[in-house]
């Protein structure tokens, strides 16, 4: 019986202390006024997720909806990260997807609260899908964003991504 006591607290702050235990989101992220957005490909995924670190999704671009860093262009191939714990760490090489996120202090990054992430071929496949990412992103959506916009992203990036 004193053996079980030890294994029950540890159990116990196991699932207290571990990073997944909830992601707490604000409301449903809105693709036209994220960092990026477009259509592309996983070409290449590093990390380990079973170790709590981060993935690195290496994706080739193909189509560019979103771009607020200037730096996305079509047949590129950037580098987006994403963390364990409330992040994507599903994404598969070779699968197209539409992807949404943050672009903070010179990398990309995914987060469940503030990315959208589907599967280009689930995307297309229903009526609907282009009028709720708002794409084409029009342009009072792309004029939305400010400067405490901005700065709350980069604050949420360095406690979670940092």
Same mark, same amino acid.
């Given at each position: ?49 079973t ?11 193909s ?23 409330? +992040?994507?760490?599903d994404?598969? &090489?070779? *699968?197209?997807?539409?992807? @949404? ?5 010179? %990398?990309?990054? #995914? ?13 297309? +496949?229903s009526?609907?899908s282009? &009028?709720? *990412?708002?794409?084409?992103? @029009?342009a009072?959506?792309?004029?939305? %964003?400010?400067? #405490?916009?901005v ?12």
């Amino acid at each position: 019986m004193v053996t079980l006591i030890p294994a029950s607290i540890l159990l116990l702050l196991t699932t207290i202390l571990h990073p997944t235990s909830g992601c707490d989101c604000a409301g449903e992220p809105i693709f036209c006024y994220s960092g990026f957005g477009f259509k592309g490909t996983v070409t290449n995924i590093r990390g380990n997720v079973t170790t709590q670190g981060n993935l690195i999704y290496n994706v080739r671009i193909s189509e560019v909806y979103r771009n607020s860093s200037e730096g996305i262009y079509v047949d590129d191939t950037i580098e987006i990260n994403t963390r364990s714990s409330c +992040g994507f760490t599903d994404l598969q &090489e070779n *699968v197209t997807y539409l992807l @949404s996120g943050d672009f903070v202090l010179g %990398s990309y990054h #995914l987060h469940v609260c503030r990315s959208i992430v589907v599967a280009y071929n689930d995307y297309i +496949g229903s009526e609907s899908s282009h &009028e709720d *990412v708002d794409i084409p992103c @029009s342009a009072r959506s792309l004029m939305a %964003s400010s400067a #405490l916009v901005v700065f709350i992203v980069a604050l949420f990036n360095l406690i979670f991504f940092h």
